[in-house]
């Protein structure tokens, strides 16, 4: 999802946003009128209590370990529902139900001033080569076991094609594998597991010109999302031998090596490091979040964007096209993978307040989101962690990122499910642009001496 210039930005949408401000405006004041003078002023130091105990709550859960991270969750999610109990308790339930009535208004008109146009997001398709030698590399072991799950070899060769399976039983040479079947005389290339066996093969395939083929058997299939392919039915991804289309995507490079989705540095790369990360994704970010935000682990970065350089932020994102304005972990979508740019983000949250400013969007101090040709991350140190697709890698200091516009033929499906809509997500400082007509003023500041967003 790219973001429209602002000054493009339809009239409706800005009236959405300044609807969203006037349904909170009313919601805060229905309560109010109603409590009296005495009451109104009980209402908002209860309100602003509330609201310092929530954000206790988040600051501490975000800093925290064991019982104490969840005590500090549950007191920020009690303390506004003690709040609303209060109100009750005073005899404002009308009141209150109207007020919730408006803030679901609010965030109705939130979503619709913040969701961008999807004008233009359908990449080109061209006809589907002609091949006689496909060879797909299969791991068995990818994405819960989906080649077997789904019976991926035996549908691949019934249509015609060679496939080689990752079984082991030590680690397989995927670049080998590949090499060989394009020197006996493979004319189209495959995968069917996650993204960083993908990026692999794909770039041999660029290499040699050779047309791709992604099946979604991997665990979180981000490339094939993006690809507007099926995640829950690999199967269908075969389809693209027998009626198919090309498109021609772009590639991401990393000190030579190939990306697809992205390369992550600072606080989400030491979190690929650790050995319990690809078991357990979200308790590895929880236990590891207090001490990378507070500073205790990583090497100070220095970044450069296309030369404009962000010194000591704690993330660096790269990825192969921008993701969605609102994306800041690489979680998200590209509607398209054709721009001929890469995406970088970068985070330089200096305390843990601007931490979880930032978190729940209420911010951009600290944030640059921009589109670049090269990105160059360096250290005063002979090599950095780096996240590449998911893989945890050392690489050598500095690191270079840049893009191969349109290196990439990847063959899909002509019938697929396409690239679903991203749901803007609450980003409170592009909803007071919106509303109010004028950027924030933090928005065009030097990025080198104090790191603002940039679109």
């Known amino acids: 999802m790219t973001v429209i210039p602002f000054e493009d930005v339809p009239q409706t949408r800005r009236w959405w946003a300044r609807g969203a401000y006037l349904a909170v405006v009313c919601a805060a004041l229905v309560p109010l009128a109603a409590a009296g003078l005495a009451g109104t002023i009980a209402l908002l130091l209860t309100g602003a209590g509330a609201l310092v105990v929530t954000v206790a709550g988040i600051y501490w859960f975000l800093i925290s370990r064991g019982v104490l991270r969840w005590c ?14 209060l109100f009750v308790q005073a005899g404002l339930l009308w009141e209150v139900m109207v007020t919730v009535g408006l803030v679901f208004v609010a965030l109705v008109c939130a979503r619709a001033a913040l969701r961008e146009s999807r004008e233009g997001s359908k990449m080109p398709e061209y006809p589907a080569p002609t091949w006689r030698h496909a060879f797909l590399v299969m791991n068995p072991r990818s994405g819960g076991g989906k080649v077997v799950k789904f019976d991926l070899q035996r549908k691949a060769e019934e249509l015609g094609a ?20 394009v020197e006996r005389g493979a004319d189209l290339l495959g995968v069917a597991g996650g993204d960083g066996t993908q990026a692999l093969v794909a770039g041999i395939a660029a290499e040699h010109n050779l047309p791709f083929l992604v099946i979604s058997a991997g665990t979180r299939n981000h490339f094939a999302l993006d690809l507007g392919l099926d995640r829950e039915d690999p199967t269908g ?19 030579g090596r190939t990306f697809v989705n992205n390369a992550s540095f ?7 490091q650790s050995p319990e990360y690809r078991d ?7 236990q590891m979040l207090p001490d990378l935000i507070k500073g205790d682990k990583g090497t100070r970065l220095r970044a450069q964007l296309d030369g404009v350089t962000v010194d000591g932020p704690q993330a660096v994102l790269v990825s192969n096209g921008p993701y969605g304005s609102n994306d800041l972990a690489g979680l998200g979508r590209r509607t398209r993978l054709d721009r001929g740019v890469l995406g970088a983000v970068t985070i330089s949250a200096a305390t843990t307040r ?8 209420a911010t951009k101090h600290g944030l640059i989101q921009r589109a670049a040709a090269e990105v160059v991350v360096d250290a005063d140190v002979p090599a950095i962690p780096v996240g590449v697709d998911g893989e945890a890698l050392q690489m050598s200091t500095p690191v270079r990122c840049t893009i191969e516009p349109g290196a990439l033929r990847v063959l899909v499906p002509r019938k697929r499910p396409g690239v679903p809509p991203a749901q803007p997500a609450l980003d409170l400082v592009r909803l007071r642009e919106l509303a109010w007509g004028h950027r924030d003023a933090g928005s065009t500041a030097s990025a080198s001496s104090a790191p603002q967003a940039e679109r």
């Open 72 to 85: 500090a969750l549950g007191l920020a999610v009690l303390a506004p529902l003690v709040v609303l109990f």
């Open 237 to 255: 991804c075969l389809d693209a031998l027998r009626d198919g289309v090309e498109l021609n995507v772009d590639l991401g490079k990393i000190n």
């Open 354 to 361: 601007e931490a979880v400013g930032l978190l729940r969007r």
């Open 266 to 272: 600072g606080v989400y790369a030491e979190v690929v």
């Open 162 to 181: 060679e496939v080689a399976l990752l079984e082991g039983p030590g680690p397989v040479d995927v670049d080998a594998l590949a090499r060989q079947a």
């Open 280 to 286: 357990d994704k979200t308790g590895t970010v929880l």
